[in-house]
């Protein structure tokens, strides 16, 4: 009897070590794999780096970005966008004029109209200057859905031309541009206000519409040609030259693509 009870003991300690190695194995395993897959890891990094991010949002440009602010700012204190601004709401419909009202922080600046992500020539484009903000603020209004929309923010934007092979591009997002330019081009807007904004956006469908666009010197986002006929918004990057960056919607996405894009052809 005293030597089936020892061996009772002897398989029960030998037992409650068998599992134990396995538990510690099984939390070695456990804590050696991650809880995100490289692959998943990688696609987020892919998703997240699609899109470009406003200028005016980036940390690493502070001073460049404060002193861009500043000169804005200043036009606007001294009554310059204001002068733009309220003819231009005069002439926008009820329901603009509404949405205006209730937003006394933007000064409208150019208006474009026309079909640019619907069937309907409904959609708009307002390019503002964002007074609480001092930066340059590019709206998109889809009627399709009802909705205004900001470039970069609540409207996603990716740039197609980074890795075109053209060698094109230039500091800065669109709305930045935009507001450099302004800045550039200051003093002859302080005495010429209604003439400055000459060169505004526009909604086409397709490039050899409009006498603006030279497309054998411009440069095409891959996959998008002179042939490909899309609607699209030009925005143009100076007052002086012919130069414009052009954005299709890309419905699937959701999101805006430049797709287009030209400098210095007059």
């Not at 980036?58 to 002193?67: A, G, S, V, Y």
């Not at 205006?100 to 640019?116: D, M, N, R, T, V």
Request: aromatic share 10%; glycine share 6%; with cysteine.
């Amino acid at each position: 009897m005293r030597k089936i009870l020892v061996i009772n003991i002897i398989l029960v300690s030998i037992l409650s070590c068998t599992d134990k190695i396995k538990d510690n194995k099984t939390v070695k395993e456990n804590t050696s794999k991650p809880v995100v897959t490289e692959k998943t890891t990688a696609k987020n990094s892919e998703t997240f780096q699609k899109f470009e991010e406003s200028t005016y949002d980036r940390t690493d440009l502070k001073d460049r970005i404060e002193n861009h602010q500043s000169a804005l700012a200043a036009l606007s204190d001294n009554g310059i966008f204001k002068s733009i601004s309220n003819p231009l709401l005069k002439k926008l419909s009820t329901k603009h004029e509404q949405y205006f009202s209730g937003h006394p922080e933007y000064e409208l600046l150019s208006i474009a109209k026309g079909s640019l992500t619907s069937e309907g020539k409904n959609d708009r484009v307002f390019v503002v200057f964002n007074k609480s903000e001092s930066m340059i603020t590019i709206l998109i209004y889809q009627a399709e859905k009802d909705l205004y929309r900001e470039l970069y923010r609540t409207a996603k934007v990716e740039n197609g031309l980074e890795d075109a092979g053209c060698n094109y591009g230039a500091f800065g997002t669109l709305d930045y541009q935009i507001g450099e330019e302004i800045i550039y081009h200051q003093e002859f807007l302080k005495k010429n206000v209604g003439q400055f904004f000459e060169a505004v956006p526009i909604i086409m469908n397709g490039l050899k519409e409009d006498e603006n666009f030279a497309p054998d010197h411009g440069c095409f986002s891959k996959g998008m040609s002179i042939a490909k006929k899309v609607s699209f918004i030009a925005i143009p990057t100076s007052q002086v030259y012919s130069n414009w960056d052009c954005l299709t919607y890309q419905k699937e996405s959701d999101c805006f693509l430049i797709f287009y894009g030209q400098a210095f052809a007059d």
